[in-house]
């Protein structure tokens, strides 16, 4: 006969412990996006430019 549900001890284990943290976990954003988010995007605006006044000045290439 097997054991009733609550006379089964109360012990956390260590897999739902590392289950739980894997589900909060993928719950958060990513820091990899964040950086991303965060980047100035200055830089490419004038790298932009850059290329299309070369592109004005040389309209054959």
């Given at each position: 006969?097997?054991?009733h ?6 012990t ?9 943290t ?40």
């Amino acid at each position: 006969m097997t054991k009733h549900v609550l006379d089964r001890p109360k012990t956390r284990s260590d897999g739902r412990l590392l289950r739980a943290t894997r589900i909060e976990k993928a719950d958060k954003p990513n820091l990899a996006t964040l950086a991303l988010q965060r980047r100035n995007r200055a830089r490419l605006h004038g790298q932009r430019m850059k290329s299309f006044a070369n592109l004005a000045r040389n309209p054959q290439t």
